[in-house]
């Protein structure tokens, strides 16, 4: 199984008025394991960032002006992603950004992946109700980003990669990886306990504890008028 974990920082927030993607980071796992063939692209959007974005990612137009425009490594890009399992945090804002340039060569990136899975619904549904950004959630499942001092699409991917693991890891065995279990790697063993070797006691009540029980279910069949089950139950 082969999965990108993909990034992008952009001019703004709007493709449909005409923002450009200025970074794009892309970290690779075969199989949950991170392979190190990445891909890391710096663009020219051909326009001006917005303040607030450059806020955000610190990518300024003049350290921009020299790249490559994204006409220019569509290609590789598109080599890069083909059949994969693309894996992106609030998926619906990178894939209307990537449409939006790939449109512009004739290659939607739909045509291009296996499939597209959104880590932010992922969370939402693990954690409803809670904040699931990708900075609340390397906070809660123990993910180091204390380099994050701004955005960045290759250093986003690879915190993202991370954090997938942690949300899909489960605990349905005991095996440390399910990668693991098929290579050979580590694992861990539990052995089987015959209980029936030990005599477990029994321990009765005594005169007081029977009659503080007996006070209680008196009061809950009289709270409930009458209608409590396990006196017939009992009978």
């Known amino acids: 199984m082969r999965q990108i974990f993909l990034d992008t920082e952009t001019t703004g927030l709007s ?41 955000i990612h610190g990518l300024t137009d003049e350290f921009l002006a020299d790249k490559p425009v994204f006409a220019a490594v569509a290609a590789e890009f598109m080599a890069y992603i083909a059949g994969a399992d693309v894996v992106i945090h609030n998926a619906a804002f990178d894939v209307g950004f990537l449409n939006a340039e790939l449109r512009r060569v004739g290659a939607p990136f739909a045509q291009q992946v296996a499939s597209v899975t959104d880590s932010l619904l992922m969370a939402r549904e693990m954690f409803p109700g809670k904040a699931n950004s990708l900075d609340a959630l390397c906070k809660r499942l123990e993910v180091d980003n204390s380099n994050r001092a701004l955005h960045g699409a290759l250093l986003d991917a690879g915190l993202l990669a991370e954090v997938y693991i942690r949300l899909t890891r489960g605990q349905k065995t005991l095996v440390i990886d399910a990668g693991e279990e098929s290579s050979g790697g580590p694992q861990l063993e539990v052995a089987a306990i015959d209980f029936s070797a030990f005599t477990l006691p029994v321990l009765d009540a005594s005169p007081e504890e ?11 069949d009289k709270s409930s008028g009458g209608k409590t089950l396990w006196r017939n139950l009992v009978a």
């Open 15 to 55: 493709p449909e008025s005409g923002d450009r993607v200025i970074e794009i980071g892309c970290v690779e796992m075969v199989n949950r394991r991170l392979t190190g063939h990445n891909l890391h692209l710096y663009l020219n959007p051909e326009r001006k960032n917005s303040e607030d974005a450059v806020r």
């Open 210 to 220: 029977q009659a503080a029980h007996e006070a209680v279910l008196k009061d809950l």
